[in-house]
């Protein structure tokens, strides 16, 4: 029988083994374990994920109620890469953060720009999209990108380039902004002459003119405002890093530029 010194001597001797055993482990198998541990996490669960299902072609809703577009690809490659459910609803922009901070949903995942004012009642994930703006205009308008006076604009309520029209042109210089509940209702007064121009997201404004290049076009140089597209979800909600870890995987194996050129060409 150990007497007890003895004993002790033996449990400091294999805990430190155990300790330097562990400090050993090289950086590359840690890193698999942690990803492993993400993965485990969702695997099998159901995360459900509101997008817009108005704003093509990052989101959009088709003839028979389904959601699609480059939102809706990249919720579903990654939850195929946390082996997760993925169930997509569709949800009025107005109200997407304030359904996520009710719990209808666990995340966003909606074009959605990252934003200080955003940032104070949600979380994000690392970017998976970068944005710039356009100026829309019709063929035969006078509107002019570096004089912009005494006109009519049109954009998107609670948006990056909405934000942008509000700061830099209502009330300013004799212009009038509208703001719309979408883009499309957006570009519908721009057709019928209520509105002078629209500023919007490039890749939105391309994804309109595909089906109205005879009477309109971009015109002036991109404006390039820092604005980032990611993942939104509750305040320090683990989800964010879960994302951000599949995100990563996807971005790697070139399954996310994969899914930026099917959806917005080259």
């Given at each position: 029988m150990m007497s007890n010194s003895r004993l002790l001597w033996s449990s400091v001797t294999v805990t430190a083994?155990?300790?330097?055993?562990?400090?050993?482990?090289p950086a590359e198998e840690a890193t698999d374990a942690n990803a492993d541990t993400a993965a485990a996490e969702t695997t099998g669960q159901t995360i459900r994920i509101a997008t817009e299902g108005a704003y093509p072609p990052f989101n959009y809703?088709?003839?028979?109620?389904?959601?699609?577009?480059f939102d809706v690809d990249v919720a579903n490659?990654?939850?195929?890469?946390?082996?997760?459910?993925?169930?997509?609803?569709?949800?009025?922009?107005?109200?997407?953060?304030?359904?996520?901070?009710?719990?209808?949903?666990?995340?966003?995942?909606?074009?959605?720009?990252?934003?200080?004012?955003?940032?104070?009642?949600?979380?994000?994930?690392?970017?998976?999209?970068?944005?710039?703006?356009?100026?829309?205009?019709?063929?035969?308008?006078s509107f002019d990108p570096e004089a912009i006076r005494e006109v009519t604009l049109g954009g998107?309520?609670?948006?990056?380039?909405?934000?942008?029209?509000?700061?830099?042109?209502?009330?300013k210089d004799g212009n009038t902004v509208q703001f719309y509940d979408s883009y499309d209702n957006a570009y519908l007064d721009l057709k019928s002459g209520r509105?002078?121009?629209?500023?919007?997201e490039k890749v939105s404004a391309n994804s309109w003119l595909a089906d109205n290049a005879e009477g309109f076009s971009i015109v002036g140089e991109e404006i390039d405002n820092d604005d980032n597209i990611a993942i939104a979800?509750?305040?320090?909600?683990?989800?964010?890093?879960?994302?951000?870890?599949?995100?990563?995987e996807i971005r790697s194996s070139g399954e996310l530029a994969r899914l930026e050129e099917a959806n917005f060409g080259q």
């Open positions: 083994a155990l300790m330097m055993s562990a400090c050993s482990q809703t088709n003839a028979d109620g389904s959601l699609a577009g490659a990654l939850c195929d890469q946390m082996q997760a459910e993925c169930d997509i609803v569709a949800q009025d922009w107005d109200g997407i953060i304030p359904g996520l901070l009710a719990q209808k949903y666990d995340a966003v995942i909606a074009g959605m720009s990252i934003t200080a004012e955003r940032q104070e009642r949600v979380d994000f994930s690392e970017p998976y999209f970068a944005n710039t703006m356009v100026w829309l205009t019709s063929n035969d308008s998107q309520r609670s948006t990056t380039p909405g934000a942008y029209l509000q700061d830099n042109y209502e009330g509105s002078d121009a629209v500023l919007a979800v509750r305040k320090d909600d683990p989800l964010k890093d879960e994302f951000n870890q599949a995100l990563s």
